[in-house]
Antibody, heavy 118, light 107 residues
């Protein structure tokens, strides 16, 4: 079955770079049409789409955050990595990775809470 | 970017009520509209995709309709397990965008 799991630091300091890893199973990112997205949700607020990487290594980013985000994949390890630079307290959120296929996010990880504080 | 606007932002309803949530896109997105349900502390769950297709395993009391810019999620008879927050998402173009959410609370 398809599973995804996010991992990374629970706490980062302002101005630091956040690195999150999504480890997945049950599908391959080398299969045509498969994609992995990152989505975040500040406490008590709405979902915000951040980035996506496709099977063919195409990458897409949030317009407002694109200067701070980098997404990459390691197909052999079934992992997708998201880095976000210059972290700020407003970036405190639960970060989710999700599979996207045929335009839908059909499987999601459980999410990881990242707090930005000095 | 395509802006997604949901209404209402919250509603109170009773078990057995018919509930309707609307989502409007800032430009035409054809039928590329998905609905997700999120319960407290949990990841979102896909309910409806391409406006009206029911995801496998989702109860038939959930339905979606619309095309172009205006969409609706309907719960025909609200059940206790349906109290949650609902989000629409456009998948017509990247970057993908979500609506602000609709919280369905117990009356």
């Amino acid at each position: 079955q398809v599973t995804l799991r996010e991992s990374g630091p629970a706490l980062v300091k302002p101005t630091q770079t956040l690195t999150l890893t999504c480890t997945f199973s049950g599908f391959s990112l080398s299969t045509s049409g498969m994609c992995v997205s990152w989505i975040r949700q500040p406490p008590g607020k709405a979902l915000e789409w951040l980035a996506r990487i496709d099977w063919d290594d195409d990458k897409y980013y949030s317009t407002s955050l694109k200067t701070r985000l980098t997404i990459s994949k390691d197909t052999s390890k079934n992992q997708v990595v998201l880095t976000m630079t210059n972290m700020d307290p407003v970036d405190t959120a639960t970060y989710y990775c999700a599979r996207e296929t045929v335009t839908i996010n059909d499987y999601w990880g459980q999410g990881t809470l990242v707090t930005v504080s000095s | 970017d395509i802006q997604m606007t949901q209404s209402p932002s919250s509603l109170s309803a009773s078990v057995g009520d018919r509930v309707t949530i609307t989502c409007r896109a800032s430009q035409s997105i054809s039928s590329y509209l998905n609905w997700y349900q999120q319960k407290a502390g949990k990841a979102p769950k896909l309910l409806i995709y391409v406006a009206s297709s029911l995801q496998s395993g989702v109860p038939s009391r959930f339905s979606g309709s619309g095309s172009g810019t205006d969409f609706t999620l309907t719960i025909s008879s609200l059940q206790p397990e349906d109290f949650a927050t609902y989000y629409c998402q456009q998948s017509y173009s990247t970057p993908r965008t979500f609506g602000g959410g609709t919280k369905v609370e117990i009356k």
